[in-house]
């Protein structure tokens, strides 16, 4: 979804090594409910992994103190806030950013869905863009 024509998110990416780059399916954070939420990725405790942000600038203006707001939730409570600045970029694009490495829990009290909810913010404040998704931790990963 995008909020301003001076953004466009074009792609996230879920990194973890030895493994195949995960897209994300992008659900519009503004239209959850409105259609059936896309399956949630899935992830194997303790794994360390990095986002990969793909997007453009629009032809409206230059940004300025680019900012990345994540937010994570679990059974409705927020158990990961996080703000992250992505800088200055001209119009054009794409550019590709990939966020600093996290681990995630261990333990079967950590398996569950989380829901992902991801903001992109200029320097004035403004939302340029939305997105939503959601991982599963799992003991092991799929076959």
Not at 66 to 93: N, S
Request: hydrophobic share 35%; charged share 30%; net charge negative.
């Amino acid at each position: 979804m995008n909020v301003t024509s001076d953004f466009e998110l074009l792609g996230v990416t879920i990194q973890v090594e030895g493994r195949p780059d995960m897209p994300v399916r992008l659900a519009p954070a503004k239209a959850r409910g409105a259609e059936q939420a896309p399956a949630p990725l899935v992830l194997r405790e303790g794994s360390e992994f990095r986002v990969r942000l793909e997007f453009a600038v629009g032809a409206g203006r230059d940004l300025e103190g680019l900012r990345f707001i994540d937010e994570r939730t679990r059974q409705g409570v927020t158990v990961g806030h996080q703000e992250i600045l992505l800088g200055d970029y001209r119009r054009g694009g794409p550019y590709e950013i990939v966020l600093p490495p996290e681990r995630l829990p261990i333990g079967h009290m950590a398996r569950d869905v989380y829901q992902v909810i991801g903001t992109f913010v200029d320097k004035e404040g403004r939302i340029l863009g939305c997105e939503s998704h959601s991982f599963e931790i799992t003991k092991d990963w799929p076959h």
